[in-house]
T-cell receptor
């Protein structure tokens, strides 16, 4: 799996957009970008994933650069409940051995009132 | 949908005893389940991959005789920590991959906090 680099921590004011960056310069053509988050003392929660097009769902938007070497997760209106560690994971979703998720250190997002 | 439960949510045990943690997929069948361990202020570390009806695959450095995994049905996997010691105190999290699911998505349980005295 391609290695990812995320800032260790970020702050965001409540109600503002939270933009969480992720660098994955060694991503290969068949690898997707996945985002999970983990609220304190809970299991991780899937947020969104994408290959090369921008994606949006009810939780967030994912912007992937044209060269696919980096991406940004956007929480459009952060709330206090969005305070969590956010993990960016890059992997191929297909084929043998593709089931495993390798978690890095992630970004600890603190939403401030 | 896609709910995964764990039981118990927390457990305290004496050193030398064994502890069993259950992971259930409530509304889907899971051919593959995963067990992770997370120490304080650290990320999740994959311990083992559990496939229904076959032996689990353990990650390097994880003792298979200490962490017994059983995946006897498509909705249940169990992790037994045998002869637990204080250094086994951790947050244990399971995830389940739906059989035939797209993109190999995984759904995580809420975790089990194990404290060994």
């Amino acid at each position: 799996d391609a290695k990812t680099t995320q800032p260790p921590s970020m702050d965001c004011a409540e109600g503002r957009a939270a933009n969480l960056p992720c660098n994955h310069s060694t991503i290969s053509g068949n690898e997707y970008v996945y985002w999970y988050r983990q609220i304190h003392s809970q299991g991780p929660q899937y947020i969104i994933h994408g290959l090369k097009n921008n994606e949006t769902n009810e939780m967030a938007s994912l912007i992937i650069t044209e060269d696919r070497k980096s991406s940004t997760l956007i929480l459009p209106h952060a709330t206090l409940r969005d305070t969590a560690v956010y993990y960016c994971i890059v992997r191929s979703p297909f084929g043998a051995g593709s089931y495993q998720l390798t978690f890095g250190k992630g970004t600890k997002l603190s939403v401030i009132p | 949908g896609a709910v995964v439960s764990q039981h118990p949510s927390w457990v305290i045990c004496k050193s030398g005893t064994s502890v069993k943690i259950e992971c259930r997929s409530l509304d889907f069948q899971a051919t593959t389940m995963f067990w992770y361990r997370q120490f304080p202020k650290q990320s999740l570390m994959l311990m083992a991959t559990s496939n229904e009806g076959s032996k689990a695959t353990y990650e390097q450095g994880v003792e298979k005789d200490k962490f017994l995994i059983n995946h006897a049905s498509l909705t249940l996997s169990t992790l037994t920590v045998t002869s637990a010691h204080p250094e086994d105190s951790s947050f244990y999290i399971c995830s389940a991959r739906p059989s035939g699911g797209l993109h190999n998505e995984q759904f995580f349980g809420p975790g089990t906090r194990l404290t060994v005295l």
